[in-house]
Nanobody
Framework: QVQLVESGGGLVQAGGSLRLSCAASGSIFSMNAMGWYRRAPGNQRELVARISSAGSTNYADSVEGRFTISRDNAKNTVLLQMNSLKPEDTAVYYC??????????????WGQGTQVTVSS
């Protein structure tokens, strides 16, 4: 079992910044891609940003240039720095991690979600 624990959500005014953090724990043998997704009320969950084990990144067009994803491989953590936040960024943000545990079993785990609310 791999558990993901997110932190850093909250309420911020438009134009402000927040930093989300996600820490993975468990019998992790190797960590592959890590990422952040979000789901706004009435919408489907969508990719926000993703980072590979080698550090290559991809972002949703709506956050490109405003959000930055990074990871600490030694600590199995992934961060999302969110700047110039807009009301349309309001959503529950979910951390995702993929990799293998002992004996080569793959995992694809999700965090519990953290609320980000941007007021206008």
């Amino acid at each position: 079992q791999v558990q993901l624990v997110e932190s850093g959500g909250g309420l911020v005014q438009a134009g402000g910044s927040l930093r989300l953090s996600c820490a993975a724990s468990g019998s992790i043998f190797s960590m592959n891609a890590m990422g952040w997704y979000r789901r706004a009320p009435g919408n489907q969950r969508e990719l926000v940003a993703r980072i590979s084990s080698a550090g290559s990144t991809n972002y949703a067009d709506s956050v490109e240039g405003r959000f930055t994803i990074s990871r600490d491989n030694a600590k199995n953590t992934v961060l999302l720095q969110m700047n110039s936040l807009k009301p349309e960024d309001t959503a529950v943000y979910y951390c995702n991690a993929q990799g293998t545990i002992e004996w080569g079993t793959r995992f694809d785990s999700w965090g519990q979600g953290t609320q980000v609310t941007v007021s206008s």
